[in-house]
């Protein structure tokens, strides 16, 4: 068994923040590879499904962020689980937007997330550190990573978030340098092509005839709730 956390505060008004873009790639795997609905477990919200050929738990803590320990405590307590064998989502700002980097161990470098895991469990599990940027002055850091990505971010965070689901197998199978090649080189050929790509044709919406069809809506896939944000 594996533990993937991503990190985030709970509440539709924090869904978009930046510092939940760790919930945001616990939700774009659980939709990628097809995780059964998320239920409420150990103080926080869980899916249990197969990456690969790990069984791994997803887990959202809804504690807020600064009391994540308490929710991943938990689940490492349930399974008997060791520290390699947890994988936790964050938001960093010392990486630029779209950057990635996994590493075992290290310091919390002021995350208030890891600094309540690390309280509950230890130092020397395995961090992937999403880079959303660094706002430049350090008084502004907390409005940065609690305010909403920008509309432009959707750029390179909906790509992003695809090459981390997409590469979530070997992650969870412990190839953390294929993992970090795979996302790098994914968004490496993003940023070569999106020049070449043309403007999409505005979406025609037509809510009052779905609305009346008795069709159940269309699946809304990995990035639903982000394209509602972005506005298309």
Request: a neutral charge; hydrophobic letters at 40%; zero cysteines.
């Amino acid at each position: 068994m594996k533990l993937f956390v991503g990190l985030g505060n709970p509440g539709a008004e924090y869904a978009f923040n930046r510092h939940n873009v760790g919930f945001m790639a616990a939700d774009t795997i659980a939709a990628t590879h097809g995780f059964p609905a998320w239920r409420s477990r150990f103080q926080g919200l869980a899916a249990e499904g197969r990456l690969g050929r790990e069984q791994v738990l997803l887990l959202k803590p809804q504690t807020f962020m600064n009391e994540s320990g308490r929710s991943v405590g938990e689940a490492v307590h349930f399974y008997k689980l060791d520290l390699a064998e947890v994988i936790v989502f964050h938001d960093e700002l010392d990486l630029v937007p779209g950057k990635v980097r996994v590493k075992a161990g290290g310091g919390v470098a002021g995350h208030n997330g890891l600094r309540s895991i690390t309280a509950h469990i230890g130092n020397d599990y395995v961090r992937v550190r999403i880079g959303i940027g660094h706002p430049g002055s350090k008084e502004v850091v907390v409005h940065h990573v609690l305010n909403n990505f920008a509309k432009s971010d959707r750029e390179w965070l909906e790509p992003l978030l695809g090459a981390i689901s997409k590469a979530a197998p070997d992650l969870a199978e412990g190839a953390n340098n294929k993992f970090q090649s795979f996302v790098a080189h994914a968004m490496h050929m993003e940023a070569e092509t999106a020049d070449d790509r043309p403007e999409p044709a505005p979406r025609k919406r037509d809510d009052a005839s779905s609305a009346g069809s008795g069709k159940p809506a269309p699946a809304e896939g990995p990035f639903g709730k982000l394209r509602r944000w972005f506005g298309s």
